[in-house]
């Protein structure tokens, strides 16, 4: 079975890779990182639209989302973004940690797996 896989255009990993009927996307963080953490959050969650879509998949058929917020303070304006994006008949199943994150600026990374 062949694996499928999105570059991300560097030399360190993938922004998505399919296998076996199921999307596993990289952590991804936002572009700009001068927006609080619902701005980053709905940043992120645009990206991740677009990583399934390339897939033939969408947020609808998520499996499970992994959150890292550099200070658990930032959860409540995450949830707001996660909210108006998720689709409520089809929730994940989630998990929200707290996490020193690559660069200070980034206040949000966010992974999911998705059935094709």
Do not use: C
């Not at 996307?25 to 609080?36: Q, S």
């Not at 200070?71 to 973004?81: F, K, L, S, T, W």
């Amino acid at each position: 079975m062949a694996i499928d896989r999105l570059d991300a255009g560097n030399k360190i990993f993938s922004l998505g890779v399919r296998y076996n009927g199921v999307v596993t996307t990289a952590g991804i963080v936002a572009e700009d990182l001068k927006a609080d953490a619902r701005g980053q959050a709905t940043q992120i969650l645009k990206t991740i639209d677009k990583v399934l879509s390339h897939f033939g998949t969408s947020k609808g058929r998520l499996l499970t989302a992994s959150l890292w917020v550099s200070d658990i303070r930032h959860r409540a304006g995450v949830n707001e973004a996660w909210l108006e994006w998720v689709d409520q008949a089809a929730l994940p199943t989630r998990a929200t940690v707290e996490a020193k994150l690559a660069d200070p600026a980034m206040l949000v990374e966010i992974q999911v797996s998705a059935a094709v």
